[in-house]
């Protein structure tokens, strides 16, 4: 992150993966960014509420709260802004076309960029085969992802006292168990195999956790990366460029005190689910 003392202006941002309700959550850091970055339009491309976790345990710190709070405040500014649902706040995926204060659900959308080419925005769990079809496997992998958050956090406090930077053990375990799978390749191919189904020019996805851009035989692949390990988020220029930021938590304050607006009821939404 470079020093910043005014916000910068895109056209559009894209923020995925940020598993409000969870402890991994970094909602100072993402309020930080919020902070920072401003756009015409917010796309949230899922897993923005951690539903599976909040069924399981509830945790709603106040951090939750001024995460909601700040998108809906920038929503009644005018900010557009366009909430995907993953497989993680499904919930939400039985509201398309529905506005929570001033937020549209959508269960996926074309996104024309500036200089006129289009993408595909998804959050990319339907092409997940382990969360496709075998769903308590992947319950089974969520709970060993929680395990390895918590040996982050008790390994980031010892880095800390020892005075080395930031190293994130989930990231790493993680890419060591893709890569001896190949699943993230062949994730990214099957991801741009639906873009060239749909006839546009690149897809904007998030689900894996794996921030990148690259083409690959002529689609342009985006993920946006997460708000747990990474940090990270697609932001679009006004001359329909992207570029991928990495964001550090600055030295100042983080604003937690917006609440002007009452957050979404999410206890209400999960408990109509699950009956």
């Keep these: 992150m470079a020093a910043q003392t005014e916000a910068r202006q895109f056209r559009t941002l894209f923020i995925s993966d940020v598993h409000l309700g969870s402890k ?4 100072d850091f ?29 945790y709603w710190p106040q951090g939750c709260n001024d995460v909601v709070q700040k998108l ?17 706040d499904e919930f939400l995926r039985e509201f398309p076309g529905t506005h929570f204060g001033g937020i549209e659900v ?8 500036a200089d006129g080419k289009k993408y595909l925005v998804i959050h990319g769990d339907e092409f997940d085969v382990v969360v496709r079809n075998a769903r308590l496997l992947a319950y089974l992998g969520d709970w060993a992802y929680d395990a390895a958050i918590a040996i982050n956090v ?11 930077p930031y190293w994130s053990f989930s990231a790493w375990a993680k890419q060591q168990v893709k890569h001896a799978v190949n699943f993230i390749g062949e994730f990214q191919r099957v991801v741009a195999d639906e873009a060239r189904r749909n006839n546009v020019d690149g ?22 990366g997460d708000w747990v390990e990474s940090c990270t988020a ?27 607006l009452e957050p979404v009821n999410i206890a209400g939404l999960l408990g109509r689910q699950a009956a």
């Design 24 to 27: 991994a959550a970094k909602t």
């Design 30 to 58: 993402l309020l930080d960014f919020l902070r920072y970055h401003e756009a015409d339009t917010i796309i949230l491309v899922g897993d923005i509420i951690d539903g599976w976790r909040l069924r399981r345990n509830w």
């Design 72 to 88: 809906l405040r920038k929503a009644r500014k005018g900010t557009r802004i366009v909430y995907i649902p993953g497989n993680h």
């Design 106 to 113: 959508a269960e996926r959308m074309i996104h024309e960029a």
């Design 154 to 164: 008790l390994l980031a406090a010892v880095r800390r006292r020892i005075g080395l």
């Design 203 to 224: 897809v904007i996805c998030g689900h894996i956790h794996h921030a990148v851009m690259e083409d690959m035989d002529g689609i342009r692949y985006i993920n946006t």
């Design 234 to 260: 697609v932001a679009e220029n006004a001359d329909g460029t992207f570029e991928l930021i990495t964001w550090m938590k600055s030295d100042d304050q983080v604003e937690t005190s917006v609440r002007e």
